[in-house]
T-cell receptor, first 112, second 115 residues
Framework: AQSVTQPDIHITVSEGASLELRCNYS??????LFWYVQSPGQGLQLLLK??????LVQGIKGFEAEFKRSQSSFNLRKPSVHWSDAAEYFC??????????FGAGTRLTVKP | DTEVTQTPKHLVMGMTNKKSLKCEQH?????MYWYKQKAKKPPELMFV???????INESVPSRFSPECPNSSLLNLHLHALQPEDSALYLC??????????????FGDGTRLSIL
């Protein structure tokens, strides 16, 4: 079955430091992969998506992610974290026919 | 601001009440979804509507009854809920059902509390 694993439940980084959030997927074919962010009390906002083509994808708010088929990974990165980036981050894979499955999420805390 | 609007934002109801959650989008999307999200957990898919027809029901109890009256509206009717049903209920939409390359756009959710 297709699934998504986010190994880190909680990450703390200092403001201005770089960030990498890990995501591993299990899928038999070319996956459709997404990163979403959720602030407290709000819905999910799409940061970026990967369908095919260039394996480095750019998203909103200065985020990027790299698809690595050999490692079954789709890690999210940001070169310099801002305090407003503190939130929950979900990696997701879209299975056939609109069935989206989410990883467990990684909570990001940003230290001043 | 989200393009998927959910009402109400908060709902408190007793176990014998009947209430409905509403979701609306005007992006011309033809797939709409209901998710349930417990605290500190990822969203879990409940229902998928494709072209106003129910296409996925993830074995959701019958006390949850979805309805898609037209391509812009999605309702979730609630009856005889249990305390464990307290959660954030998220609605989402995507452009074209049946294709894999469509991201889902989420509303801000309805926070439901069952007394």
């Amino acid at each position: 079955a297709q699934s998504v694993t986010q190994p880190d439940i909680h990450i703390t980084v200092s403001e201005g430091a770089s960030l990498e959030l890990r995501c591993n997927y299990s899928y038999g074919a070319t996956p459709y992969l997404f990163w979403y962010v959720q602030s407290p009390g709000q819905g999910l906002q799409l940061l970026l998506k990967y369908f095919s083509g260039d394996t480095l994808v750019q998203g909103i708010k200065g985020f990027e992610a790299e698809f690595k088929r050999s490692q079954s990974s789709f890690n999210l990165r940001k070169p310099s974290v801002h305090w407003s980036d503190a939130a929950e981050y979900f990696c997701a894979v879209l299975r056939n026919n609109n069935d989206m499955r989410f990883g467990a999420g990684t909570r990001l805390t940003v230290k001043p | 601001d989200t393009e998927v609007t959910q009402t109400p934002k908060h709902l408190v109801m007793g176990m014998t009440n009947k209430k409905s959650l509403k979701c609306e989008q005007h992006m011309g999307h033809r797939a709409m979804y209901w998710y349930k999200q417990k605290a500190k957990k990822p969203p879990e898919l409940m229902f998928v509507y494709s072209y106003e027809k129910l296409s996925i029901n993830e074995s959701v109890p019958s006390r949850f009854s979805p309805e898609c009256p037209n391509s812009s509206l999605l309702n979730l009717h609630l009856h005889a809920l249990q305390p464990e049903d307290s959660a954030l209920y998220l609605c989402a939409s995507s452009q074209r059902p049946g294709t894999g390359d469509q991201p889902q756009h989420f509303g801000d959710g309805t926070r439901l509390s069952i007394l």
